[in-house]
């Protein structure tokens, strides 16, 4: 993708945070820098910086979730801005409305940001099309398409542990095809240098041509986790069995879920990462989760620390485009 | 009315005609190419010098969404886009709301057609009651009342028995079969599988699903005699089946929509919706197999596959809105662009609009013989235009080639004789 993408101004800046494709080494290092300057914050008395203060931000989730709302609410929060949560997925007075109705509506209500959530890919980059000029729009998740937030999160996480890239091998297992999460964080993982990035999956859980995003396939764990010093586990869904894409949970638990014995292959100091929310017994076992390697509630805690650099940059980069004060 | 067309390139395949030349017609017929018939002083001239004289254009493909989706466009509004554009002939897939499968819908549409007065409507009927894959329609009533053929109207049949009774029973009566060959739950996806809809998380439409479903249509037909036409291909192996059937003689024709020839699954990278087609577009060796297959002739029709929406319709994150483009109006300048390109000479791509679709339709139109209809498409081939909004005749504005530099302008529209378009070159 070329520079002129609609998430950049003509000067490169970041006005939206809708993927990671096609952005450069230098705006994903300033988010993770400013991300690590804010993550100090939570251990103040008074938890909060004046930077979005008089900001609205609203949280549009047309498809649930849990920890993402509530981890960008926190973030948004703790830059005292003032937020709004609207669950679109379980409201069905909605329905009919359209997508654009919707939007013209909250806009209409002089908000700043949007954080959307949506079942469908390219909806953030439809909305930030259509959106006014002195809205930013991040992607917390559209389709299979990109999660960006969750992948500076988790580059966030790995640098903490394992700042020199060119020199790591990471694993992503499990359900590709679907993935969002692990899509942006193929495209963070390739932007940041990263040695070498395998996808652990069946066939049936690949997409079409995945090696053309720069990793390397494998079909099965033992193989793929030789050696690694990342372990990325994706939550398998149950829809997956009625689609014909797997028998069972039981099989694919035993073919890759990740047990001790399995992460043993990988490095000894490797760290196991999961998006969440974890489905204990079908991608990983409960010992792994919950054991010396896992750095699984980390990256929650990293995730507000991220997310208020992202909304911290992009609102800047908007102040100074309609002449306030950043 | 008599009128004489003078001094442009007149271009009929059917008769392998490419010569300057002055057309006669005559009470709506052609009545002679270069010389007058005894006797005959013309009522109107239309001076064609530097124009391309050829039969009007015979679309395979357009939905006028009408009955039942008059907020997308109307009979009238269509033909009149298609007059506009060169075509005088169109095909209207049954997949109109209700559905083209009793003799009572053709009639309507035809009377609604012959009101407007732009262009003929021809229609195709189902093959299956509510095209529900269930019932066979009673395809003779409905040959009687009109239709040019039988179809599964861009909803394929997945019962293998039901589509081998529907090809037996269409056969029994001579009817000419179309399919639109797209696997319904292989098929059920967003793009063409590969790097584009992976990067972009769209659900995948497997090349297999195209030519599954051609594959297993050709044994069907092999030993039933009856004539099938293929609808809209969009990968390069569909061609090679195509090619491979009528080698051995099977009676099978196929065409492509223009859009195909031009647009690949690269334009979608920015969830452009309006390149959201079914079949999707593919790669850029399945563009080329097919533009090799239009220029050689194992597709014998190029079509628009016209389908208008309201905007609504495309205003929305790519997944959620209606597939389809709005391609009458570019029919003509898309088709000739490939005569600039080098695919194939502009006679071959007069004939791939004229005569190659009326001969699937089985059809004594498309040529410019004396005693034809005189449906007659005059155009000027120099003539720059870009592709904007204001210029659209058709009410459904879904066009990727906005901000495309054309060349060729329709002067002159005739059917049956009677101007219905008069433009400027």
Known sequence: ?326 | MRMVIQGGRVIDPAHQTDSIADLFIADGQIAGLGRPPGGFIPEQVINAHKHIVCPGLIDLCARLREPGQEHKATIASETRAAAAGGITTLVCPPDTDPVIDEPAVVEWIRRRAKFAGQARVLTLGALTHRLRGGHLTEMAALQEAGCAGVSDGGHPIASSRVLRRALEYAATFGLTVFLTPLDPELGNGLAHEGQVATRMGLSGIPVAAETGMIARDLELIRDLGVRVHFGRLSSSRAVDLIARAQAEGLPVTADVAVHHLHLTEMDLTRFDSRCHVRPPLRGLRDQAVLRAGLASGVLTALCSDHQPHEPDAKQAPFGDTEPGISGLDTLLGLSLRLVRDGVLPLPALIERLTWGPARILGLDRGHLGVGARADICVFNPETDWRVEPSVLNSQGQNTPFLGWELQGRVTYTLLEGHIVHEGEG
């Open chain 1, 1 to 326: 993708m070329s520079a002129t993408h609609i998430q950049l101004d003509s000067q490169g800046r970041l006005l939206h945070f809708l993927t990671i494709e096609g952005l450069t080494h230098r705006h994903l290092t300033d988010i993770l820098d400013t991300a690590e300057s804010l993550r100090g914050v939570a251990e103040r008395r008074v938890k909060k910086l004046p930077t979005l203060h008089g900001k609205t931000v609203v949280n549009l989730f047309f498809e649930a979730s849990t920890r993402t709302r509530t981890t960008f609410e926190l973030a948004a929060k703790r830059l005292s801005a003032d937020v709004l949560n609207l669950n679109i997925a379980t409201s069905s007075a909605v329905k009919g409305e359209s997508l654009l109705d919707t939007l013209h509506n909250i806009e209409a209500m002089q908000c700043d940001m949007f954080v959307m959530r949506h079942s469908q890919s390219g909806a953030a980059e439809f909305m930030a099309r259509h959106v006014k000029p002195h809205i930013a729009v991040l992607n917390a998740g559209d389709g299979c398409h990109a999660h960006p937030t969750q992948a500076m999160l988790d580059v966030f996480t790995i640098r903490r542990h394992k700042p020199d890239f060119p020199s790591l091998q990471i694993a992503i297992v499990g359900d590709i095809l679907h993935s969002r999460v692990a899509r942006s964080l193929i495209h963070a993982l390739s932007i940041l240098g990263a040695g070498n990035i395998r996808v652990i999956a069946p066939r049936t859980l690949l997409p079409a041509q995945v090696e053309n995003l720069g990793v390397q396939v494998f079909h099965r764990l033992p193989e793929g986790l030789r050696d690694v010093d990342v372990v990325v586990m994706l939550r398998l869904q149950r829809e997956r069995m009625e689609g014909a894409l797997l028998p069972s949970e039981q099989e694919f638990f035993q073919q890759y879920g990740l047990t001790e014995e399995r992460l043993a292959l990988a490095k000894p100091d490797a760290i196991v990462m999961h998006p969440g929310p974890i489905n204990r017994g079908v991608e990983i076992d409960s010992r792994v989760a919950d054991g010396p390697r896992s750095v699984i509630l980390e990256q929650v805690t990293n995730g507000i620390a991220v997310r208020m650099a992202i909304m911290s940059i992009t609102l800047g980069h908007h102040a100074r485009l309609t002449g306030e004060d950043a």
